[in-house]
């Protein structure tokens, strides 16, 4: 693309120089070591590293044009603009002529239920015989190519090429899980979204948002962002969980329509008469006036929410309700979302990402509804993530099992035993296990269980790795259950 051309969406401060009218620019990054002949570079203020500070090296390493907004001194022109950051995302998707207005794209924001939904989404558009996307938290696929995620949300370059990547191999419809970083962040500025979804909030990340207010904010922006225009081929939908009470303020801060879902609340989407045994969840769905039987092979009253959000958004898209529901009639359940370990054992083991308190309680409500004998909980906290959260995430353990195991999750660059002592300063001693190594504290679980009782290894759901200092170590929660059980038998 012709350097010209390319940067004629943006309010240009300044020039360092005329740019030559024959200068061709084949790549856009901000990142130094993606750098070919003819590309343009982006100095983004990130918190590690300013991209001004790289210019010189972007220069030498073949770097053609620079976007900048400070002053800075190298031998080809120079672009300034006020913000890099909302400059990146603009010419990413003017580079890869937005791409996201060549397929439906469906967003999904919230505290718990994000990778769900986007997985049930997924799986009742291919039923529905689609190509589709996926953008999130276990990675971006594309059809069926897997591709390794940084971020549950990518950066707006990563995030448009993708989508350009998705044009060219037929996709028709995105689920794409939206965090709240990457909404305050501008992540996803350039990005075109059909339906936007809120699950739910609760605590998490307020080492980042510093308060719920300022987090209820960012989640907001998905749906204040989402559209004013009203033409035909341009509907919008927001889908509002009124459960919660943020998906009942939302209402008001979106011009999309508003398809309303929920369990103990009216609801244009509403499930009553919720049934749980080991083997799924059935439910009676209210649409319209009229009522629909739900069986679902995913169990407890969390999955009906999120199960209630993924057939709202199909609706919205298009789909007939009664294909719909057959759809999610068929879905077995998402990794490391209350994934049952099967093995040679006559206790169940369940594999489960809840990492925040509200996360975790729905998972434990679950359990419980389905125990027949005792409900062990093996839980823990990230370290250099939020602190206030560890004695909540604790005390809801306690609470709603027969017996914890507090024990490393991440534990980053803190102290494991720090964080540990943290979640466990309201206890009485001597009434939960401390062990900080993960592996054995999966093995001491199911060394104890016996028959019937019910193992809960929460925290870190598809993840194979644990975070220790800044290096990611292997670490499979379910294949240390399978390992253990083994050993035990």
Same mark, same amino acid.
């Given at each position: 693309?012709?350097?010209?051309?390319?940067?004629?969406?943006?309010?240009?401060?300044?020039?360092?120089?005329?740019?030559?009218?024959?200068?061709?620019?084949?790549?856009?990054?901000?990142?130094?070591?993606?750098?070919?002949?003819?590309?343009?570079?982006?100095?983004?203020?990130?918190?590690?590293?300013?991209?001004?500070?790289?210019?010189?090296?972007?220069? /030498?390493?073949?770097?053609?044009?620079?976007?900048?907004?400070?002053?800075?001194?190298?031998?080809?022109?120079?672009?300034?603009?006020?913000?890099?950051?909302?400059?990146?995302?603009?010419?990413?998707?003017?580079?890869?002529?937005?791409?996201?207005?060549?397929?439906?794209?469906?967003?999904?924001?919230?505290?718990?239920?994000?990778?769900?939904?986007? &997985?049930?989404?997924?799986?009742?558009?291919?039923?529905?015989?689609?190509?589709?996307?996926?953008?999130?938290?276990?990675?971006?696929?594309?059809?069926?190519?897997?591709?390794?995620?940084?971020?549950?949300?990518?950066?707006?370059?990563?995030?448009?090429?993708?989508?350009?990547?998705?044009?060219?191999?037929?996709?028709?419809?995105?689920?794409?899980?939206?965090?709240? &970083? /990457?909404?305050?962040?501008?992540?996803?500025?350039?990005?075109?979204?059909?339906?936007?979804?809120?699950?739910?909030?609760?605590?998490?990340?307020?080492?980042?948002?510093?308060?719920?207010?300022?987090?209820?904010?960012?989640?907001?922006?998905?749906?204040?962002?989402?559209?004013?225009?009203?033409?035909?081929?341009?509907?919008?939908?927001?889908?509002?969980?009124?459960?919660?009470?943020?998906?009942?303020?939302?209402?008001?801060?979106?011009?999309?329509?508003?398809?309303?879902?929920?369990?103990?609340?009216?609801?244009?989407?509403?499930?009553?008469?919720?049934?749980?045994?080991?083997?799924?969840?059935?439910?009676?769905?209210?649409?319209?006036?009229?009522?629909?039987?739900? &069986?679902?092979?995913?169990?407890?009253?969390?999955?009906?929410?999120?199960?209630?959000?993924?057939?709202?958004?199909?609706?919205?898209?298009?789909?007939?309700?009664?294909?719909?529901?057959?759809?999610?009639?068929?879905?077995?359940?998402?990794?490391?979302?209350?994934?049952?370990?099967?093995?040679?054992?006559?206790?169940? /083991?369940?594999?489960?990402?809840? &990492?925040?308190? @509200?996360?975790?309680?729905?998972?434990? @409500?679950?359990?419980?509804?389905?125990?027949?004998?005792?409900?062990?909980?093996?839980?823990?906290?990230?370290?250099?993530?939020?602190?206030?959260?560890?004695?909540?995430?604790?005390?809801?353990?306690?609470?709603?099992?027969?017996?914890?195991?507090?024990?490393?999750?991440?534990?980053?660059?803190?102290?494991?035993?720090?964080?540990?002592?943290?979640?466990?300063?309201?206890?009485?001693?001597?009434?939960?296990?401390?062990?900080?190594?993960?592996?054995?504290?999966?093995?001491?679980?199911?060394?104890?269980?016996?028959?019937? @009782?019910?193992?809960?290894?929460?925290?870190?759901?598809?993840?194979?790795?644990?975070?220790?200092?800044?290096?990611?170590?292997?670490?499979?929660?379910?294949?240390?259950?399978?390992?253990?059980?083994?050993?035990?038998?």
């Amino acid at each position: 693309m012709k350097a010209i051309d390319l940067i004629s969406p943006l309010i240009i401060k300044g020039l360092s120089s005329d740019i030559p009218q024959e200068l061709s620019i084949y790549k856009i990054t901000q990142d130094t070591r993606e750098i070919e002949k003819n590309s343009l570079f982006i100095c983004v203020e990130g918190s590690i590293q300013d991209g001004h500070k790289l210019a010189e090296e972007a220069v /030498a390493r073949g770097a053609a044009l620079i976007i900048a907004s400070k002053k800075i001194s190298v031998s080809v022109p120079v672009v300034y603009v006020a913000d890099t950051t909302k400059a990146l995302a603009i010419l990413a998707d003017y580079f890869f002529q937005h791409p996201s207005q060549r397929l439906r794209v469906i967003g999904v924001t919230g505290t718990n239920g994000k990778t769900t939904v986007t &997985h049930l989404l997924d799986q009742i558009f291919r039923n529905h015989g689609e190509t589709t996307g996926v953008i999130g938290t276990m990675y971006r696929r594309i059809g069926d190519e897997l591709l390794t995620t940084k971020n549950t949300t990518p950066d707006s370059l990563t995030l448009q090429r993708t989508l350009s990547e998705m044009n060219e191999a037929g996709v028709t419809t995105c689920s794409m899980e939206v965090s709240s &970083h /990457a909404l305050v962040q501008g992540r996803v500025w350039g990005t075109d979204f059909d339906v936007a979804i809120f699950t739910n909030l609760s605590q998490d990340h307020l080492e980042y948002h510093h308060t719920m207010e300022e987090y209820a904010h960012a989640k907001e922006l998905l749906f204040s962002q989402l559209g004013n225009s009203y033409q035909n081929n341009q509907s919008k939908y927001a889908i509002l969980n009124v459960d919660d009470s943020v998906g009942r303020s939302y209402q008001n801060k979106t011009a999309a329509q508003i398809y309303s879902y929920g369990i103990e609340q009216p609801a244009d989407f509403r499930a009553i008469e919720l049934k749980t045994t080991n083997k799924g969840t059935s439910f009676t769905l209210l649409f319209q006036e009229k009522t629909y039987p739900v &069986h679902m092979q995913m169990i407890g009253k969390f999955n009906v929410s999120n199960a209630l959000a993924a057939i709202a958004a199909a609706y919205a898209s298009g789909i007939e309700l009664a294909n719909v529901i057959d759809s999610m009639e068929k879905i077995k359940g998402v990794r490391g979302r209350f994934e049952v370990v099967q093995g040679a054992q006559d206790f169940t /083991a369940i594999v489960d990402y809840a &990492h925040t308190p @509200d996360g975790l309680l729905n998972v434990l @409500d679950a359990v419980n509804e389905i125990k027949t004998a005792k409900v062990y909980c093996i839980v823990g906290c990230g370290g250099d993530r939020d602190r206030t959260k560890r004695p909540i995430m604790a005390e809801v353990a306690m609470s709603n099992s027969d017996s914890v195991i507090f024990t490393s999750d991440n534990p980053r660059t803190e102290d494991p035993q720090d964080i540990l002592d943290e979640m466990v300063v309201n206890l009485k001693v001597g009434t939960y296990e401390m062990i900080l190594d993960r592996k054995k504290a999966i093995q001491a679980a199911v060394n104890q269980a016996a028959t019937n @009782d019910i193992i809960l290894i929460a925290g870190k759901g598809h993840e194979d790795y644990q975070i220790i200092g800044t290096k990611k170590h292997h670490f499979d929660d379910v294949e240390e259950v399978k390992e253990a059980i083994k050993l035990k038998n």
